[in-house]
């Protein structure tokens, strides 16, 4: 009676973990290059997208330039430019379709700058620590 029940049990198993063909899943496996593979027109193929990095400018500050570096959040860099904090501006550049959140450098100054679809804005006044302050 075990046996039996153990091989209900297995053959249960087996017909239930079997994927169903058709569906919005479904494989075909006859397609043998891009240009047969039925995909949705707006599908976008890309796997970059450029983004713009606003910048806003501090009054009365240095009209001396510095390096603004821009990586993502896995450390790549994406671009180097030498930039002044004295004037507004923006700088474009292309970055993973998935990035979310930039960390930007200028001088001494770090920042977690968050994008939100193509643009993103960075001020240049540095987070002030005054948690030893009492």
């Known amino acids: ?64 330039p510095s390096l603004l570096t821009v990586k993502d959040t896995e450390g790549h860099t994406l671009i180097k430019q030498m930039v002044r904090m004295d004037q507004d501006g923006s700088i474009d550049f292309v970055a993973p379709s998935k990035t979310k959140t930039l960390e930007v450098t200028y001088g001494i100054t770090t920042k977690e700058v968050s994008v939100t679809g193509t643009q993103g804005t960075f001020d240049f006044l540095p987070v002030l620590d005054d948690s030893d302050l009492d």
Do not use: H, Y
Request: one cysteine or more; proline letters at 2%; glycine letters at 4%.
């Open 1 to 64: 009676m075990k046996k039996i029940f153990l091989a209900l049990a297995l053959g249960f198993a087996v017909a239930s973990c079997q994927k169903d063909a058709s569906g919005p899943g479904a494989v075909n496996n006859n397609v043998e290059n891009f240009t047969q593979l039925k995909v949705a027109d707006s599908f976008d193929w890309s796997t970059t997208k450029k983004i713009t990095l606003n910048l806003e400018k501090v009054v009365n500050a240095t009209n001396r």
